[in-house]
């Protein structure tokens, strides 16, 4: 299926680490679709499925916020561990927002979904894709890659307009690292680097209210430019290993897998995968788990001066 999308398109596409049978199923069985579908902070509650060719799926989403949004899916083809197409975001009292054409193919025990969002104008498809970066819907997307993961890790994906080897460059040049990494009202300075292999870089954040806080990334793998692994932890002024000063039971070692995916000659997806690394209570477990929401809008507001960093330097 070819990434190359109509302007009235919206093209999402995503690599998950699990057999199309257990993707397909992730999807189609109400159950499981309970643990991951909508944005971060949403839920939902089924009230008939019936995923085949003419059938539908009437469902209700609950809020953070506890407004309600109800929906009916309706399938217009479906064929079991290759595709589906339905109308979505309509109900009895409105009709659909736009069609969905979805894809799923397997290689070497992965599955790659592609799915396009087809809507009636380019206009009302450029005012969606803001509405959904908004609303956060993308992490709709991340929420099923941890679903169906085999260990508790979170996930986000971003799509930036530059090159891989841009955006490559972006992660591992200190200059560029530090113009966008640290949380939104802080600034980041490298105080010694290394990034190589085995390396390490040890580096402050400070914030307009004279708060610093330090850390050290030790990299395990860099492979150009598709590739970075590297463990974090917090530190000390003299580069000791210290836990995080605003929550004490955070993990000490997070591990962040980097992945980079050429979408298109100057598009490029990014996608995070942040896990607890090596030893851990079930209290620090439990707090990483229940810190997603505000890791997805951390990351957002980094990768959120990413793209500004971006439009400056090219």
């Known amino acids: 299926m070819a990434t190359k999308n109509k302007p009235n398109e919206i093209y999402i596409t995503r690599l998950y680490d699990a057999p199309i049978k257990m993707v397909w199923e992730a999807w189609t069985d109400p159950k499981q679709v309970a643990h991951w579908w909508g944005p971060r902070g949403f839920t939902i509650t089924t009230h008939k499925s019936d995923v085949r060719t003419g059938g539908t799926w009437n469902y209700t989403m609950h809020g953070p916020d506890g407004v309600d949004y109800h929906n009916i899916t309706k399938y217009i083809e479906v064929e079991k561990h290759s595709h589906m197409i339905y109308d979505h975001g309509g109900n009895e009292d409105r009709p659909p927002l736009f069609r969905v054409t979805v894809h799923f193919s397997e290689t070497a025990g992965k599955t790659k979904m592609e799915m396009t969002m087809a809507l009636a104008t380019p206009e009302i498809a450029n005012e969606t894709k803001k509405f959904i970066k908004k609303a956060g819907g993308d992490a709709t997307w991340d929420r099923l890659a941890e679903y169906l993961s085999t260990t508790d890790r979170f996930v986000i994906n971003r799509s930036f307009d530059t090159s891989i080897d841009q955006m490559f460059e972006m992660w591992t040049n200190p200059k560029h690292f530090s113009q966008w990494l640290a949380p939104t009202g802080f600034t980041m300075k ?99 788990k229940q810190a997603k929401p505000g890791m997805t809008q951390g990351w957002t507001g980094s990768f959120d001066k990413l793209e500004d960093y971006l439009k400056l330097t090219l």
């Open 190 to 288: 490298f105080i010694d680097q290394q990034i190589k292999p085995g390396g390490s870089a040890f580096y402050s954040m400070s914030n307009a209210d004279n708060m610093t806080m330090y850390g050290r990334i030790h990299y395990k793998e860099i492979t150009r430019p598709n590739r970075l692994v590297y463990t974090q932890v917090f530190c000390d002024e003299q580069g000791g290993i210290s836990r995080h000063p605003m929550a004490p039971t955070w993990p000490e070692t997070m591990l962040t897998t980097v992945s980079f995916n050429e979408e298109a000659p100057n598009k490029t997806r990014v996608t995070i995968h942040w896990e607890v690394y090596g030893e851990a209570t079930a209290i620090e477990r439990e707090t990483f």
